[in-house]
């Protein structure tokens, strides 16, 4: 298994729910990755879990809260989200500190 | 913190003509320069990645070049087809160890003209 998977694709929450964003590799990885997104910019690094262990937290707000329960997967918490969190969510995992690959991405829309 | 600038931001190209997409970055510790392609809707893909040890790396139509001297990369793409369409953004990243950060340029629109 060459991927890294995301679900689900697409979400539609209210900015007074509670959701969760899910993200699975098989490849033996050792780090895991949050990226976000907007329109037509750069992925933006969020969190960086290595050997399990949050390693990088790039000053995100507490409403995001990240998880990795274990090796392969990695969850992402969301709550009270404002509609400028809108954007797609993309997983990514590497092994060495350098090629990082990505998963399809979760297209998040905040109303 | 490292800064990469990328040029330029949109680019239209005849099919079978080439296109360079150029980089550069403020942090002479980068050692590591991957290009992501992303297409509408889809995931960033690497298509090509460079160490600083090297200057050039070919991948069938795909080349990338380094000049450390002068802190910039290219990304070369040769005979152009129509899927080659896309967002190509480069990136850079730092030595230390732990240091897990990729600076993203801020993307090329590339469309290829049939």
């Known amino acids: 298994d060459t991927e890294v998977t995301q679900t689900p694709k697409h979400l539609v929450m209210g900015m007074t729910n509670k959701k969760s964003l899910k993200c699975e590799q098989h490849?033996?990885?050792?780090?895991m990755y949050w990226y976000k997104q907007k329109a037509k910019k750069p992925p933006e690094l969020m969190f960086v879990y290595s050997y399990e262990k949050l390693s990088i937290n790039e000053s995100v707000p507490s409403r995001f809260s990240p998880e990795c329960p274990n090796s392969s997967l990695l969850n992402l918490h969301l709550h009270a989200l404002q509609p400028e969190d809108s954007a797609l969510y993309l997983c990514?995992?590497?092994?060495?500190?350098?090629?990082?690959?990505f998963g399809p991405g979760t297209r998040l829309l905040v109303l | 913190g490292e800064n990469v600038e990328q040029h330029p931001s949109t680019l239209s190209v005849q099919e079978g003509d080439s296109a360079v997409i150029k980089c550069t970055y403020s942090d002479s510790a980068s050692n590591y320069f991957p290009w992501y392609k992303q297409e509408l809707g889809k995931r960033p893909q690497l298509i090509i990645d460079i160490r600083s040890n090297v200057g050039e790396k070919k991948d069938q139509r795909i080349a990338v070049t380094l000049n450390k001297t002068a802190k910039h990369f290219s990304l070369h793409i040769t005979e152009t087809q129509p899927e080659d369409s896309a967002v190509y953004f480069c990136a850079a990243k730092g030595p230390n160890f732990g240091n897990e950060k990729l600076t993203f340029g801020t993307g090329t629109r590339l469309t290829i003209i049939p």
């Open positions: 490849m033996g990885h050792r780090a």
């Open positions: 990514a995992s590497s092994q060495s500190q350098d090629v990082k690959y």
